[in-house]
């Protein structure tokens, strides 16, 4: 990424080669994340997702996630515009506040037949997407 302008064009990983050392850190802190919770907190996290994202978000609005303008170069599909007017739909589980939502209408604004539908456990990130 030499380039300024086009630093969201690329994942940041695709380039990267690790050393052996970085290598064996990250299998470790995957061997140390790939444990399955307890039951107690498998149920806490099932019956409070709601609760825990809208606290989430209440905190950090739409400033924690970037928007994904990468989505671009790994699904080039997103960028071809239907032909014969054909209506296109995209509906995104866990939309959170918009972070995939708003590049693809962002670079679709030729496509006058698109139509993003997006749902979250939180409220609270609805609200910031509506708010856009």
Known sequence: LTKDAEVFEHNAWDQVDWDEEQEAAAKDMVAQ???NPSEEVQQDLLQ??????????G???NKFFKDRHWLFT??????????????VSIFEVGCGVGNT?????????????????G?????????IVKSN
């Open 33 to 35: 994340n790939s444990g």
């Open 48 to 57: 409070n997702s709601a609760e825990k994202w809208d606290k989430f978000y």
């Open 59 to 61: 905190i950090h609005t």
């Open 74 to 87: 790994e699904f080039p599909e997103l960028k071809e515009v239907p032909k014969d007017n054909e209506q």
């Open 101 to 117: 939502i708003f590049p693809i209408i962002e670079h679709s604004d030729e496509n006058t037949n698109l139509f993003i539908y």
């Open 119 to 127: 749902c979250d456990f939180s409220s609270t990130a609805i609200d």
